[in-house]
């Protein structure tokens, strides 16, 4: 295996056996939409980062992970909970049955103004809810931080 899908491969495994510890940020969507929110990572990239794209979806190929790729500047690797964590997740947020929580971490890259690409990273647990729309639980990791810093250190990026 190559260093850096390995790297990544470690980033999502952290993120899925991290547990949802008391006293979590619990954030609606569109404030996870403004890019101000806790475990999210920034690098500049002076070309566009297909690396790290390639990186991450090389990693995303265990049982219950899915790679959710809606255009060529987004990619989101989706993992299932272990079923204890998501039954915790399900009961604790009003989740629902049908439509399981997941473990998401995300990539999404955007031109910067003088040239390059910026990158965000990040990473957060989206339980649907029973009555409709999304719950973003987000937790501010220092250790999942440094490490996804590190992944797109070794694509080619730097950190911000």
Known sequence: MRPLPALVGL???AACAAPVPP????????EVETGAAPGQSKA???????????AAAEACTAPGQEIVRPDRSHLRCESLPPVDAAAALILEFDGTVENLPRFVISFASEAA???GFLVTADNYI????QAG????IRLADSQ???MMKDVMLRAGGQPL
């Open 44 to 54: 500049f990239f002076s070309d566009y980062p297909d690396r790290l794209f390639y």
């Open 11 to 13: 980033a999502l495994l």
């Open 113 to 115: 103004d003088d040239g």
């Open 126 to 129: 989206r339980v649907p809810q």
């Open 23 to 30: 006293g979590e940020l619990v954030l609606d969507v569109s």
């Open 133 to 136: 729309g999304l719950r973003i």
């Open 144 to 146: 999942m931080g440094r």
